[in-house]
């Protein structure tokens, strides 16, 4: 009974502290930055293939709104195809919420041009369809701005990866030899049952 | 040949006229009845950690093997409806070998499936390891018919409630050791896709070793097991046809039927999605919605006994009339508190509320089989039906 009100009493300061946070809309930061991703062709392999990421300051942005980035973080984000029936990917405005893009790529300081990084990626990525954003964040690490390398619609420059599947040789061979041997064990149990009867039989 | 003579044998609890136990002591562990008893539920408690070993890990899985909600959503409901029809077969089974062989062989026979998880990588496969895992849930009927076999009347209830409540208990605990087992495998330095396939050998390994124990330290009745007995002549060889006939058409155990469904069925469905539902809805990590969730399954470890112990105190009293009362007011108050659950927004009240939930509705589940094994002197069809239904519930 105790260790239940405890826990209840630590989720409820948990909830309480995470309240107070500032709530950043995505609909609220502008999309001040210009990503590119550029990778090789066809589906890329989670554990082997790299992408390379540019990302600078777009131009065309009234001079002077980039005086509060300090950092940018890069994010690999589910493209609408990936999240259809997994509510667990589902795009929210909250971005404490959002669970669009759930792998970090780089966090770097804010520079306007010449970024550049090269991402092998990794292998607890999952198969699916991806695009890239990075986030312009202020020295509150609060997110300012953005940019991905898609459209806002999110339909063009997605890109595709093969996960690992996690098997192995030794895996595979473990689990067949074990359900084999319990099989076979269970024969065994089976004849000496048998046999037992038939000695008490003949008592 | 020469029959044995049973009048003399010694047992460590006093025994009844059939040698059942008329007393429940759980700290013993003494052959035949408590031994039984501890290795009833120990295997059964493997069983369900086995069917209940993937939700946990589910956010893993489901990004491993490209999963939908929908094929999830499958899984879940195949893992508990592949029992149905081997808890049918289970009660034959348990009449005609007795609950020591019948239980190991499920097992050991369900046991490859829990192997196999660690080597799915579609859907598919997903869906049918969780299938055929799920029928080692027919344990059930193995422990509660080997109870009856063992304890008599007076004690059945409890009996039956603590070997049920504590195999339940695995559900919870699956919850809380499987991403334990997980984190520690991925510590070691295997990558997450590869981790979870690694952590379900413990489980698997587990169930098989409790199929061992039952088959060599266990035994069906006080006075020995089904094919000795059988040959001795000293036990009688049912007809299953005529079993069978007599449970279709006895009305009760359809009315326990429908009831059970609305708990033991809710507390499946429950077990299924628990984990999932708070990671998802309520943004906490992994290790958090494993805790939480267990901590559902985990109040078997009193709530389904209790319900066993409060249907024997009621009947020292009022009979079955107590029984029959106590069974509808427990489950009436769960269903209640189903509805608030569905209701509350905030995570503190959800954990508050779907406690004291778990509470009733396990109890009632014990209630209910302080009521079965009195329905008829073989009753082990009735266990059938009265789980029949419970899974179209879910």
């Known amino acids: ?203 | 040949m020469e029959l044995e003579s049973n009048a003399d044998r010694k047992f460590a609890l006093p025994v009844d006229s059939e040698h059942k136990a008329t007393e429940f002591r759980v700290y013993s562990a003494s052959a035949p009845h408590m031994r039984s008893f501890h290795l009833s539920w120990v295997s059964f408690f493997s069983c369900f950690v086995s069917t209940f070993a993937a939700p946990p890990l589910l956010p893993i899985i489901r990004d491993n093997l490209d999963l939908t909600a929908t094929d999830i959503g499958n899984a879940g409901i195949a893992a508990v409806s592949g029992a149905v029809f081997a808890r049918i077969a289970m009660g034959t089974a348990c009449d005609l070998f007795g609950p020591r062989l019948a239980s190991s062989a499920l097992i050991l026979l369900t046991a490859p499936a829990v192997f196999l998880t660690a080597i799915s990588n579609s859907a598919i496969s997903f869906l049918l390891v969780r299938f055929f895992t799920g029928f080692s849930l027919a344990t059930f009927v193995s422990t509660q018919f080997w109870m009856s076999s063992m304890f008599s009347a007076n004690v059945v209830g409890t009996a039956n409630g603590i070997a049920g409540g504590w195999g339940n208990l695995g559900g919870g605990a699956a919850q809380l050791i499987m991403p334990l087992v997980f984190s520690l495998i991925h510590k070691i330095g295997a990558t997450e896709f590869t981790a979870w396939r690694i952590a379900f050998f413990i489980p698997a390994l587990f169930q098989a070793l409790s199929a061992y124990a039952v088959f060599f330290l266990g035994q069906d009745m006080p006075d020995g097991n089904y094919a000795q007995l059988h040959k001795s002549g000293e036990k009688h060889k049912d007809n299953m046809s005529d079993v069978l006939y007599h449970a279709v058409t006895n009305y009760r155990g359809w009315i326990l039927a429908l009831t059970y469904g609305y708990c033991f069925g809710v507390e499946l469905t429950v077990d299924n999605i628990i984990a999932q539902y708070f990671f998802d809805s309520f943004h906490v990590n992994l290790h958090t919605a494993g805790i939480i969730a267990a901590s559902f399954g985990l109040a078997n470890l009193f709530s389904r006994p209790g319900g066993g112990i409060l249907s024997d105190i009621v009947a020292k009293r009022f009979g079955m009339r107590g029984r029959l009362w106590a069974l509808w007011i427990v489950q009436t108050i769960g269903g209640l508190l189903c509805v608030l659950l569905g209701k509350v927004e905030s995570l503190s009240g959800s954990i508050v509320v779907m406690l004291v939930f778990s509470v009733f509705c396990q109890a009632a589940c014990g209630l209910t089989f302080g009521v079965v094994p009195f329905v008829s002197r073989r009753y082990v069809f009735h266990l059938v039906f009265v789980l029949l239904l419970k899974v179209y519930f879910t």
């Open chain 1, 1 to 203: 009974m105790a260790t239940r009100l405890f826990l209840v009493a630590t989720l409820l300061l948990s909830c309480l502290a995470a309240t107070s946070h500032g709530e950043i809309l995505f609909s609220s930061i502008k999309s001040s930055l210009l990503v590119s991703a550029s990778h090789r062709q066809g589906v890329l392999k989670a554990g082997e293939d790299d992408i390379t990421l540019t990302w600078s300051y777009k131009s065309s942005n009234l001079a002077g709104t980039d005086s509060t980035y300090k950092t940018v973080k890069l994010k690999l984000c589910y493209a609408p195809i990936s999240q259809k029936d997994r509510a667990w990917r589902r795009t929210e405005d909250h971005l404490k919420k959002d669970k669009t893009c759930q792998f970090d790529i780089v966090t770097k300081p804010y520079k306007s041009a010449n970024n550049n990084f090269t991402w092998t990626i990794e292998r607890d990525v999952p198969t699916g369809t991806y695009f890239v954003r990075a986030y312009a964040l202020n020295s509150a690490g609060e997110e300012s701005g953005y940019g991905q390398n898609t459209n806002a619609e999110k339909t063009d420059d997605l890109f595709e990866v093969q996960a690992i599947s996690g098997r192995h040789a030794t895996l595979d061979i473990c689990s067949v030899v074990f359900s084999v041997f319990s099989v076979v064990s269970l024969f065994g149990f089976f004849y000496m049952e048998k046999r037992k009867a038939k000695a008490s039989q003949h008592n």
